[in-house]
């Protein structure tokens, strides 16, 4: 069973920094891309961030371009999201979920359990 | 605001049906970007409910199911359950955008 663990959370000033980690069982990590999907307290889904099987590929949406940063860890079957300059409304649980894809474009068949970060002084 | 709208509720008693629309445009589900559908319990992480717009992952009972067309995509629930109970969100890939979008989100409530 493949398994998603997030940490890293927490209380945050706003321009602050952190970084989420999420960590995987699966012996098969590094064939599946790894996204971050953050949920603000009572919203819906939104997408954050991606990085491909290989590391080489990663997508950010716009508003956390330049402030985030995803990357992996392939002998911890890691990956990280680094969160600088943050702001009030950063203020989501986190989950990072693994992709996968058929024919067409990637769904995340796999989520952790979240990692909740607040952004307030 | 999402480029995918779902509606914000729907209900129904137990052992009907319900159906959840998805309305994109040109430069998402228009364009042909599949749709997935998830579902979230309360206080829990989204779960996988279909992929690819109509398959379901094993052990999702084949009384839900997907469907798309045309700029919309739906997700049908029949024989409704009070386990049924939850959000609900459909995703895509937007051009326009260059990232994966959500739907806002649709609550099922049964009566």
């Known amino acids: 069973e493949v398994q998603l663990v997030e940490s890293g959370g927490g209380l945050v000033k706003p321009g602050g920094s952190l970084r989420l980690s999420c960590a995987a069982s699966?012996?098969?990590?590094?064939?599946?891309?790894i996204n971050w999907v953050r949920q603000a307290p009572g919203k819906g889904l939104e997408w954050v961030s991606s990085?491909?099987?290989?590391?080489?590929?990663?997508y950010y949406t716009d508003s956390v371009k330049g402030r985030f940063t995803i990357s992996r860890d392939f002998a911890k079957t890691s990956v990280y999201l680094q969160m600088n300059s943050l702001r009030a409304d950063d203020t989501a649980v986190y989950y990072c979920?693994?992709?996968?894809?058929?024919?067409?474009?990637?769904?995340?068949?796999?989520w952790g359990q979240g990692a909740l970060v607040t952004v307030s002084s | 605001q999402s480029v995918l709208t779902q509606p914000p509720s729907v209900s129904g008693a137990p052992g009907q049906r319900v159906t959840i629309s998805c309305t994109g445009s040109?430069?998402?589900?228009?364009?042909?970007?599949?749709v997935h559908w998830y579902q979230q319990l309360p206080g829990t992480a989204p779960k996988l409910l279909i992929y690819?717009?109509?398959n379901r992952p094993s052990g999702v009972p084949d009384r839900i199911s997907g469907s798309k067309s045309g700029t919309s995509a739906s997700l049908v629930i029949s024989g409704l359950q009070a386990e049924d109970e939850a959000d609900y969100y459909c995703?895509?890939?937007?051009?326009?955008?260059?990232?994966?979008?959500f739907g806002s989100g649709t609550k099922v409530t049964v009566l």
């Open positions: 979920a693994r992709g996968s894809s058929g024919s067409g474009i990637v769904y995340f068949d796999y």
């Open positions: 699966d012996i098969t990590f590094s064939s599946y891309s």
């Open positions: 990085i491909s099987s290989s590391g080489t590929y990663i």
């Open positions: 040109s430069s998402n589900i228009g364009a042909g970007y599949e």
């Open positions: 690819t717009n109509t």
């Open positions: 995703q895509s890939y937007d051009s326009n955008l260059s990232g994966y979008v």
